[in-house]
């Protein structure tokens, strides 16, 4: 799995534009979704709507390639 430093990693590449943003699936027009721990999981949450994205394998293979 991926570890809450290894997503901070990617979303700040994000913010320079280095790799995609991940948008809210609700509304697209949310600012991009943030890192974040809930319990002892590590996931992506739109602070407009509270929308969760729950990183499974193939999301954290494709984060981890880009960092």
């Known amino acids: 799995m991926i570890t809450i430093q290894e997503l901070h990693r990617y979303y700040n590449l994000s913010q320079i534009g280095a790799a995609e943003e ?3 699936p609700q509304d697209k027009d949310h600012t991009p979704m943030i890192p974040w721990m809930e319990e002892d999981e590590v996931l992506l949450i739109c602070l407009g709507c509270k929308s969760k994205i ?3 394998e193939n999301l ?3 984060i ?3 960092i």
Do not use: D, E
């Open 22 to 24: 991940f948008l809210c």
């Open 60 to 62: 954290s293979n494709i």
């Open 54 to 56: 729950h990183i499974g």
């Open 64 to 66: 981890k390639s880009s």
